[in-house]
Nanobody, 119 residues
Framework: QVHVVESGGNLVQAGGSLRLSCAAS????????MGWYRQAPGKQRELVEA???????NYADSVKGRFTISRDNAWNTVYLQMNSLKPEDTAVYYC?????????????WGQGTQVTVSS
């Protein structure tokens, strides 16, 4: 079983910065991709940014140039540096970890951390 725990959410003013952290722990075989998703009230969960164990990244256009994902493979941790925050970034941010146990993969989710950006 893999446990995913996020931290770092907070209330911040528009233009400010936050850094989210996420750690995957437990009986881990091999973690491939780790990423951040967010869900605002009344909206579907959406990808923010993800990174593979090899360092390839995928991100939403809405965060390009403002958010940066980084990862420590040795500790199965991932970070999301969020700069120039906007009120529309307000959401619950969830961390996802993809464990690969060939030939299948499993997705694990954290409980979410609230990010609120005031105007």
């Amino acid at each position: 079983q893999v446990h995913v725990v996020e931290s770092g959410g907070n209330l911040v003013q528009a233009g400010g910065s936050l850094r989210l952290s996420c750690a995957a722990s437990g009986s881990i075989f091999s973690i491939n991709a780790m990423g951040w998703y967010r869900q605002a009230p009344g909206k579907q969960r959406e990808l923010v940014e993800a990174i593979t164990s090899g360092g390839s990244t995928n991100y939403a256009d809405s965060v390009k140039g403002r958010f940066t994902i980084s990862r420590d493979n040795a500790w199965n941790t991932v970070y999301l540096q969020m700069n120039s925050l906007k009120p529309e970034d307000t959401a619950v941010y969830y961390c996802n970890a993809e464990e690969v146990v060939p030939p299948v993969s499993y997705d694990y989710w954290g409980q979410g951390t609230q990010v609120t950006v005031s105007s």
